[in-house]
């Protein structure tokens, strides 16, 4: 999505580290073990400078309490909800970020936590600390993250059958810069098999269903210089509520796919199922065919969505007004959004404010002159791919991936 996404290979200590033939886990091991003066030491070179947000945040405390939620659309302890017309930037504030849980937020002491990985695929099972992370080539992307119910409740509103599950409107998504590290990293120095097949994300929330929230994904997007495993969230240690002290991002999945808290990885020769790809988080309906031991097809890829920054429904006074709102696709950058106020019969063309960032969300805008009385603006969205949101959605039972355009309603006065 406009840039060279993957950027694993731009750091300098490896490229140094790679023209003295070492290897990657070589290279990794001597980080753990020594840091930058292993590796130099290794190369026969100076130690160089790193940068002064690395070492902040070895010593950062993780935020103790828990979001305000007045400023948020309230689930309940199924989550927050962001409010889009709250948003004034690219990237969501931290206080603002949705929350999406499936128990209560967890509290973990960075002196007693560690990230075990082991597994039949890999030679070595390991165990990291925190300043074991720290250690590794660092990574900042920004990204969206969203839930794969988000829009669910538009299964009722706009086709009359409601979905099970959280009833999420427009706010079940956010975006921001994550930092942290490649996941292929973690899984190289462990000695990742040939014929691994399977790499399963265990979280600490051990309130949740299967005593900590799980999810498997093929080795292929586990490998992938862009899945990352972070610690900090817009240039902050990652509050509670989304990880702390780490959480994976992978880019473009649905959010059950970014494990918060983790603190497990099992790699494996088989695929593995768990209750989050069997019966949860699986396209279950009449038009989705069964994949595997799941009663459906199995989400992991979002899917292409634009939606109006304004309250649901809106109230705006007579006046010609500057209209904006968010759009993002998994496959692409946005190439176009077009907006329409009479039922989709006519669409004209929103500008794009500013250019999208690593795998972040588009930001658009047009001008709408509204008059006295009710009306409703529908926004649909199409990628440099091709891909654009479609006139309907098929049903499914947990109300996953909707994005068919939504008539926001608006009242003028």
Not at 40 to 57: F, N, S, T, V
Not at 162 to 185: C, F, M, P, Y
Request: charged residues 25%.
């Amino acid at each position: 999505m406009g840039v060279d996404r993957g950027r694993r290979d731009d750091d300098p200590l490896w490229r140094l580290a790679g023209s003295a033939g070492i290897s990657r886990r070589r290279f990794l091991s001597l980080l753990l073990a020594g840091g930058a003066a292993a590796v130099l030491a290794a190369c026969g070179d100076e130690i160089p400078e790193w940068p002064a947000d690395a070492q902040r945040a070895q010593t950062a405390e993780p935020p103790l309490l828990f979001k305000d939620s007045t400023r948020f659309i309230d689930h309940g302890q199924a989550g927050l909800e962001s409010r889009l017309e709250l948003q004034s930037g690219p990237t969501t504030p931290n206080e603002l970020f949705f929350v999406r849980n499936n128990s209560r937020s967890v509290e973990i002491k960075v002196a007693e936590w560690s990230l075990q990985i082991e597994g039949d695929a890999v030679d070595d099972a390991i165990g990291l600390s925190f300043e074991d992370i720290l250690r590794l080539p660092q990574r900042t992307m920004t990204s969206y993250l969203e839930c794969a119910g988000n829009h669910r409740v538009m299964f009722d509103l706009l086709q009359g059958r409601a979905a099970k599950g959280t009833q999420w409107g427009r706010g079940a998504i956010g975006n921001a810069e994550w930092a942290g590290v490649s996941l292929a990293d973690v899984l190289t120095l462990a000695g990742v098999s040939d014929d691994a097949v399977s790499v399963l994300l265990i979280g600490l929330d051990r309130e949740s269903p299967e005593g900590g929230f799980r999810r498997a994904m093929p080795i292929e997007k586990a490998m992938h210089p862009d899945t990352l495993l972070v610690h900090r969230m817009n240039g902050a240690p990652l509050p509670r509520d989304h990880g702390f002290p780490l959480r994976a991002i992978v880019p473009g999945w649905v959010g059950s796919s970014q494990i918060k808290w983790v603190g497990r990885i099992v790699v494996s020769r088989e695929a593995q199922w768990t209750r989050n790809n069997t019966t949860s988080y699986v396209l279950i309906g009449d038009d989705y065919e069964s994949q595997g031991e799941a009663e459906g097809r199995v989400v992991t890829v979002q899917s292409i969505k634009s939606a109006l920054a304004l309250p649901w429904p809106a109230e705006l006074s007579a006046d010609s007004r500057r209209l904006e709102g968010y759009a993002h696709s998994p496959r692409g950058e946005i190439e176009s959004v077009q907006w329409s106020d009479d039922g989709g019969a006519t669409w004209r063309l929103a500008s794009l404010t500013d250019r999208q960032v690593d795998y972040g969300w588009a930001q658009f805008h047009f001008t709408w002159e509204g008059s006295v009385g009710e009306h409703t603006i529908m926004t649909r969205a199409t990628d440099v791919e091709g891909h654009t949101q479609p006139d309907s959605v098929p049903f499914n039972e947990k109300g996953y991936l909707f994005n068919q355009p939504l008539p926001h309603p608006i009242s003028v006065s």
